[in-house]
């Protein structure tokens, strides 16, 4: 059997180069100080005291120094066998951020130039039985790209333009959402393995085909042999721990890939999230020689098809995805690197963004093209809560070059990166790029074939997918259009002419685009996220320190500039942050609802975005912190598999019933026209059904006939209910929550213990409380089941609250505000 030596943990690290050191430091950066791997140089400089937290106040300006200096790392360690009768002895490295060298006991073993990929060195002869020292040079990543941009040319680029000289995630340059902090450091594990004969390197398990009976599977094994003898090998499949396929093999001397077909009956199908089971098979893959097992591979799979629907129209052409014959309707949101320092992103960080996802009812997220390509625990999670994955290559807004080293390096990426996630059923497109091809039409009004780098994205990214995989869609970017990139009537659309072009959300409602992958409004992030950060007498959108946390030219301007369009503005700190985040939430919930009665016509919905890589006001759902935004709660709703609709066109009101359900539902259908003060102006109640997978038009009626007068009081409320329980409700309300007339409403509660974990907060109100928001000042671990909610008047709402605090603790620290 192998033996592993693991490398991670401590190592030392210095500079090895003088300038743009701060004066005050080069006396201790001269001298080893003490690092941890995996990690990058910042978080060694921050642990030692080096730098102050750059996410604090405005500190990162006073780390851009740190790009522009080369650092050495080193590791001594003991090897304490003899290793003479291993075959192979291999130093692996799964991700070096991102040019250098790496010596091992003072000899050169190799070189490295790309963040996103593994490399792995031959190190038997320069290995001592005893004691040994790593060590890797990093080069100042900012001069390195700078360089090869004065080599070859600067091309248009958004943001810094060197950036694209080199493959490294492009956003720690700096993004309209993220600090410039560019990184360098020993980012994923390290370690040696001393081989016999073989090793396993890659599993493959690919969908053939699927019958009512049988899943035709094709799976690969690539094996890495040190001799010409022959090995044994054994391939296990494994459904919910019970052995169903088993098959032993003979791997005749030079043979190095090994394909086997084979058929599944019955097989578990994967589906996402709300359309079926997320059923995973496990494989184990082993080798032996004279009975000892030298190497041993699990490997998760699913089972299922995947396809993506383009056909002409009388609006022009869908895009549908369609996952084992089902049309998906997608519900997501764009996930970013969820750290400006990846090495901190915990399983725990995965399992908490992740599982709130599937909370909120999104199926799909984009892993966008500016970021990383995740963890392989982030996509193991995606295949078991059924959340699909629309997975970019990392090339964000800009033109890339096209020398040859350059483009060996991307297609030696991409077979790596094809060939390490091809297994996760999740991932259900592959697209070449974020925004490269629009911006270069919009700026320069050429083809996207003129683009420098579009061999990489329409010849090189499909060649890889198609002879690697060959399973799900290739998509050349994002967004991408048959005759102009960010068309709407086929293909794929970015939407930004609202908020970042300036306009109001209401303009969602004359996009007519086939699949939305890009949308957002910014809010700021929770108050409690901002308060860790800066200082109290910062805490103030006329501070600076307030406006280094909006990267955005001009956020802060449209931050209010569409607060006043909607909401009062007033002068209290919390209270801004409060509204701020409920017009981002109002203006996502227009847009999604807008789309989601066109149900196939638009089939898809991914705002930006998900998550942060620091305290920022963004566009996110969830600050950096992990706490969620209004956006978040709503999304719950919003993104429901049944969803009320009520939308006021001209002087009418009509009704949708959108059903993301397989099953057809009938249910009763209550309406209410309300006023502020507790007033019921109009009751009815009538049935409706709606059948699987679609959208039906429930009513349609003059505004006039559901007595709704005056705008100010009245506003209309709706629910579905089936066998007495309310499965969707919506409010519709017919002008600005700042012209709204909201009186106190006499808003009463009551909170009770259910079990141990578990509590029930009840409110009641006579009137309309608009937009509760329930706080607790000390309570980072405590669970909503919702928030930012309405409470109509004499009705009860029930929030369910986990927490291990006791009551009396829980409502000395809890705070109610809602709309006035």
Known sequence: MKKIIDLNGEWEFKVCSESFIPDELKRKLFNWQVAFVPGVVHLDLLRSGLIPDPFFETNENLVQWVDKVDWVYRKRFIVDFDFSD????????????????????????????????????????????????????????????KELENKYGKLLVELASHRVYLRKAQYSFGWDWGPILTTSGIWKPVYIEFLKFARIKNVWFKTVSISSSKADIFTEIEIEKFTDDDIDLVLTVLSEGEKIYERKFVQKGGDRVRGHRFEIYEPRLWFPSGYGEQALYNAVVEIFKGGELIDRVEKKFGIRTVRLIQEKDEDGESFIFEVNGEKIFCKGANWIPADSFLPRVRKDDYDKLLEMAKEANLNMLRVWGGGIYEDDYFYEKCDELGIMIWQDFMFACASYPEFQEFIENVKNEAIQVVKRLRNHPSIVIWCGNNENEWIWVDKTGKSPDEMPGASIFNEILPSVCDSYDGTRPYWRSSPWGKNYPNSETDGNHHQWKVWSGWLDYKNYEFVKARFITEFGFQSPPHVKTLNEVIKPENRDFNSPSIHHRNKQVEGIERLFRFLIAHHKVVSDFEELIYRMQLNQAEAIKFAVENWRVRKFKTSGTIFWQWNDPWPVISWSAIDYKRRPKALYFFAKKFFSPVLLVIKKVEDRAQIFIVNDLLNPISCGVIIKTMTTRGEVKFFSKFNASVRGNDVALALDVPLSELKVEDFKTDYIYAKLE????VIAENSLYLT????????NPGLRYKLIKSDEETLTLRITSSGLAKSVFINFENGDDIWLSDNFFDVHPSATVEIKVKSNKSVAELLRSLRIKYLT
């Open 86 to 145: 291993f075959h192979s002895v291999k130093l692996t490295f799964e991700g070096l951020d991102t040019v250098g060298t790496v010596k091992l006991n003072g000899l050169e073993i190799g070189s490295f130039e790309n963040m996103f990929i593994s490399y792995s060195f031959d190190v038997k002869g320069n290995l001592n039985q005893g004691e040994n020292e790593v060590e890797v040079v990093f080069k100042a990543p900012t001069f390195v790209a």
């Open 722 to 725: 089936v066998d007495g329980s």
């Open 736 to 743: 600005e929550p700042k012209f709204l007339k909201l009186k």
